[in-house]
Nanobody
Framework: VQLQASGGGLVQSGGSLRLSCAAS????????MGWFRRAPGKEREFVAG????????NYGDSVKGRFTISRDNTGNTIDLQMNNLKPEDTAVYYC??????????????????WGRGTLVTVSS
């Protein structure tokens, strides 16, 4: 599985961005998909995740109510709609997946495949 994240950019506080992650490989629809982020000087943080069927979504506490994750198994993509962005959302955002995630979705070590990341910068 190969992943490519896109959609990052510079936005003012309170604005919105939509990230996309394109996946190659027939196993895409079989795996849980997640978004993580890493801000300068901080550890990688779970942002959001979605089950293989798209019926279960999970969010990190800092983004609940502002971010929405979705997936399209036909097009092999997942999206992250980010609204009401704050300066503390500034980070490189990564999509990730793998067969070993299960209920351990907040743990980066459970994901075997990672995209290269896309930078989101929120100005105050």
């Amino acid at each position: 599985v190969q992943l490519q994240a896109s959609g990052g950019g510079l936005v003012q506080s309170g604005g919105s961005l939509r990230l996309s992650c394109a996946a190659s490989g027939r196993a895409f629809s079989s795996y849980y998909m997640g978004w993580f982020r890493r801000a300068p000087g901080k550890e990688r943080e779970f942002v959001a995740g979605i089950s293989r069927g798209g019926d279960r979504m999970n969010y990190g506490d800092s983004v609940k109510g502002r971010f929405t994750i979705s997936r399209d198994n036909t097009g092999n993509t997942i999206d992250l709609q980010m609204n009401n962005l704050k300066p503390e959302d500034t980070a490189v955002y990564y999509c990730a997946t793998g067969p070993r995630v299960g209920n351990f979705y907040p743990r980066p070590a459970r994901y075997d495949y990672w995209g290269r990341g896309t930078l989101v910068t929120v100005s105050s």
